[in-house]
């Protein structure tokens, strides 16, 4: 692990300008330019809050709250875009980048460290618009709002890890893609994002304490609906998958990197 990081570090340029290339090229010949960044997420958090929250008057149990729904909804949202991002980009990081890996001689480590920043720029837009919105509504939670980075930090380190995971494994078999496709369906469905736990009966609820995304994801809606800070009894699981998936990620990276090439 310390020689990954070292390589890192060493092509932290590369890394850098690299996230910066690719934003820039993402709306270069775009007549709006970087502002599609900004009204993609305002429009669906416009959505979330609109629609769901007043015409459809989606409540919460317990929440009387006009735009409950709409930060519940939000909050989930905006968590659960970020894994989602980060694990599809980097499983089709190696293959997406063929050309690059034959050209150059670098760590390739290096790729899923761009997609995952690249992912991160994304987020921060998107959640700086979310806070944005609180503010207008006098929805600001309090200091609960500063537990929000290390969430976000444990769904890099899981996502990224089974990113890698499923990025050296697309290498070696192509249908990797098309199955994460329809896992992430499920998983998106399996995870409390659009409906809370207490609609749910006890059966179901403990088949869903077992997705790792549920402690996350509801602790992030605890913060900005409640100002609840998290249960750290609840972190402990989806923290310690986080913490195996990221160092079977490194093991398998570095025992496939030299067969990586050849397979590309």
Same mark, same amino acid.
């Given at each position: 692990?310390?020689?990954?990081?070292?390589?890192?570090?060493? /092509?932290?340029?590369f890394i850098l300008g690299s996230v910066q290339r690719e934003f820039q090229e993402k709306y270069r010949n775009s007549l709006l330019g970087a502002l599609w960044t900004v009204l993609g997420p305002l429009s669906n958090i416009l959505i979330?809050?609109?629609? +769901?929250?007043?015409?459809?008057?989606? !409540?919460?149990?317990?929440? #009387? !709250?006009?735009?409950? /729904?709409? $930060? /519940?909804?939000?909050?989930?949202? *905006? =968590?659960?875009?970020? +894994?989602? #991002?980060?694990?599809?980009?980097?499983? @089709?990081?190696?293959?997406?980048?063929? &050309?690059?890996?034959?050209?150059?001689?670098?760590?390739? $480590?290096?790729?899923?460290?761009?997609? @995952?920043?690249?992912?991160? *720029?994304?987020?921060? $837009?998107?959640?700086?618009?979310?806070? =944005?919105?609180?503010?207008?509504?006098?929805?600001?939670?309090?200091?609960? $709002?500063?537990? @929000?980075?290390?969430?976000?930090?444990?769904?890099?380190?899981?996502?990224?890890?089974?990113?890698?995971?499923?990025? *050296?494994?697309?290498?070696?078999?192509? %249908?990797?893609?098309?199955?994460? &496709?329809?896992?992430?369906?499920?998983?998106?469905?399996?995870?409390?994002? *659009?409906?809370?736990?207490?609609?749910?009966?006890?059966?179901?609820?403990?088949?869903?304490?077992?997705?790792?995304?549920?402690?996350?994801?509801?602790?992030?809606? &605890?913060? /900005?609906?409640? %100002? !609840?800070?998290?249960?750290?009894? %609840?972190?402990?699981?989806?923290?310690?998958?986080?913490?195996?998936?990221?160092?079977?990620?490194?093991?398998?990276?570095?025992?496939?990197?030299? #067969?990586?090439? %050849? #397979?590309?």
């Open positions: 692990m310390n020689q990954q990081l070292k390589a890192l570090w060493n /092509y932290r340029g979330y809050t609109v629609i +769901f929250s007043q015409i459809m008057k989606s !409540r919460l149990p317990g929440v #009387e !709250r006009s735009f409950a /729904y709409g $930060i /519940y909804l939000c909050a989930g949202v *905006v =968590l659960w875009g970020l +894994f989602v #991002e980060i694990v599809t980009r980097c499983q @089709t990081v190696f293959l997406a980048h063929a &050309n690059l890996i034959k050209k150059l001689n670098f760590p390739k $480590i290096c790729l899923p460290i761009i997609v @995952t920043l690249n992912a991160l *720029v994304n987020f921060a $837009i998107i959640f700086l618009l979310f806070l =944005l919105f609180l503010l207008v509504t006098h929805s600001l939670p309090g200091k609960a $709002i500063l537990y @929000t980075p290390l969430l976000v930090l444990l769904v890099i380190v899981m996502a990224c890890g089974l990113g890698i995971l499923l990025g *050296v494994l697309h290498v070696f078999f192509r %249908d990797v893609g098309q199955l994460l &496709n329809i896992v992430l369906q499920f998983w998106f469905w399996f995870t409390p994002v *659009v409906y809370p736990m207490s609609i749910l009966s006890v059966r179901v609820k403990a088949w869903v304490a077992y997705n790792p995304m549920t402690a996350l994801i509801q602790s992030m809606q &605890n913060i /900005y609906l409640f %100002d !609840r800070a998290p249960v750290w009894g %609840d972190l402990l699981y989806p923290g310690l998958l986080a913490l195996v998936f990221a160092l079977l990620a490194l093991r398998l990276f570095r025992s496939k990197a030299g #067969e990586i090439v %050849d #397979e590309l």
